[in-house]
């Protein structure tokens, strides 16, 4: 039986903390004397309230969880906290569209960065802040963002927290979660801060520095610019940026025993690391040659927007200086595969993940040694560790599953008439929380507004099943998991 008691609980007290959030972006709406001040206070109590009452339907639960309650959980919390997230865009007038709100709320907290606001620079300073700070609480995780906080609030958290991780590989750095989640959110904060201070010191404005430093760390992409960093056309800026995605798409692990335990070594040990690095390397020279030949860049241009835009597509944060749908379609096939690949696991990026593809090379490698040695012993070694055989399937469903969502997203808007590229690369956008597209319609700078209400839902749906690795959503939809026994 589904512990649908704790389930409520958890989700009245996260409701609780969303609304806090938004009493925060209620006073700077206040602050600024801006028109968003009743959407705000509106939305503050209306998830208040339901906050409370949910919490008060599951007060008395025992506060244990089983795994099948922990994937039910994780997909209801972050398709209820988009719901009332979207309020203050809906009720503000500015984004006049249910549809579109929740769009742009869970595109945020899925950090998916894509956008149905032609527009930005008209919103007030509140609800971009808002856009902003979802994507950074999204980055994470919502329910890691709240074991962190109050680890006292959700029962059962290392199942919870499986369901929600990155990547096919959980490393534990300490028993208690908890304390875990509190390191990784210190270093998380930490980048923040660094990352705003480096913005704010090259120029951009007090708030400015705080909502790129937020969606740049979360590798979102939301931007309060409509030409997002490309606005500044500040090469310091563009340097930051790249050098804080690529940290950010980088293994928290990883960071956390180069911070904490000064094993600077574990870097250059770890092969997905490398691959990540030999990825951006390979694809930024490529680019770069490509672009100074069709597109006549001088090399300084041709490298820092090259780099900028493999290292955005990678990491999956969408932010962008330049308009790469205007380059030779060499390139968009170039980026596709950075989008599809995606950062490392445990990192805040989306796409397949560097590990899979490590674990993927290192299994074909040893079928074709197998073909000559069939009684030869083979094991997937990955980082010290053997890749067990069930491990091995689990990534085969994974990326079977990955591909077959794509395809029939992209054949349902290829019949509701959008063109092929574009059709291709939102698809493949979405499952891996990108944001930005490749095509002469919908391309990276602009805005997806002109997708139908259909496409948009499915597209909500595609977006929060690439967050949650897809698998531990489809199971829901499976008979066997409402069966009692």
Not at 37 to 53: E, H, Q, R
Not at 83 to 110: A, K, R
Not at 213 to 221: H, K, P, W
Request: net charge positive.
């Amino acid at each position: 039986m589904i512990n649908w008691k704790i389930i409520w609980k958890i989700i009245g007290q996260l409701l609780g903390l969303e609304a806090t959030l938004m009493l925060g972006c209620l006073v700077m709406s206040l602050a600024y004397g801006e028109d968003d001040a009743y959407a705000f206070a509106v939305s503050v109590v209306t998830t208040a309230l339901t906050g409370g009452a949910l919490h008060y339907i599951g007060h008395n639960s025992s506060n244990t969880m089983s795994r099948r309650d922990s994937f039910l959980l994780v997909t209801l919390v972050w398709l209820v906290f988009s719901l009332f997230g979207s309020f203050p865009f809906y009720l503000s007038g500015y984004v006049p569209s249910i549809t579109d709100s929740y769009f742009e709320t869970i595109s945020g907290f899925t950090t998916t960065g894509a956008s149905l606001i032609d527009d930005v620079e008209r919103l007030p300073h509140a609800l971009l802040f808002w856009r902003s700070l979802t994507q950074w609480v999204g980055g994470l995780g919502i329910v890691f963002f709240t074991i962190a906080i109050i680890p006292s609030m959700v029962g059962g958290s290392v199942k919870v927290f499986s369901a929600e991780a990155t990547g096919p590989m959980r490393t534990k750095m300490h028993p208690r979660l908890s304390t875990t989640g509190h390191w990784i959110w210190g270093i998380y904060s930490l980048m923040t801060l660094a990352c705003a201070l480096c913005f704010y010191l090259e120029g951009m404005s007090g708030f400015d520095c705080f909502n790129y430093a937020m969606t740049v760390t979360a590798t979102g992409g939301f931007a309060t610019h409509n030409a997002s960093t490309g606005y500044f056309k500040n090469a310091a800026i563009d340097y930051t940026a790249i050098f804080f995605m690529f940290l950010c798409g980088t293994s928290f692990t990883l960071l956390y025993l180069a911070i904490f335990k000064h094993k600077i070594k574990e870097f250059f040990k770890n092969s997905e690391f490398r691959l990540y690095v030999s990825v951006i390397v390979v694809c930024t020279v490529l680019i770069m040659f490509i672009v100074m030949r069709g597109c006549h860049y001088p090399v300084a241009d041709a490298f820092r927007s090259s780099l900028f835009q493999v290292v955005s597509f990678l990491t999956t944060t969408g932010v962008f200086n330049d308009d790469a749908g205007q380059w030779p379609h060499i390139t968009w096939v170039i980026l596709t595969v950075c989008m599809f690949i995606g950062g490392c696991s445990g990192s805040t990026s989306g796409g397949f993940k560097c590990v899979r593809m490590v674990m993927l090379w290192k299994m074909l490698r040893n079928e074709l040694r197998s073909t000559l040695h069939p009684s030869a012993v083979l094991p997937v070694r990955v980082n010290g560790y053997v890749v067990s055989v069930n491990r091995q399937l689990a990534l085969f469903a994974f990326f079977t599953a990955y591909v077959l969502l794509c395809l029939f997203v992209y054949f349902i808007m290829m019949i509701l008439g959008i063109d092929s590229t574009n059709a291709f690369t939102i698809a493949f956008s979405c499952a891996s929380n990108v944001g930005p597209t490749l095509g002469l319609e919908i391309g990276p700078t602009m805005s997806w507004s002109h997708l139908p209400d259909v496409v948009k839902w499915m597209l909500s749906l595609l977006m929060l099943m690439g967050r949650l690795e897809i698998l531990s959503v489809l199971v829901l939809f499976t008979r066997s998991f409402w069966r009692d026994k």
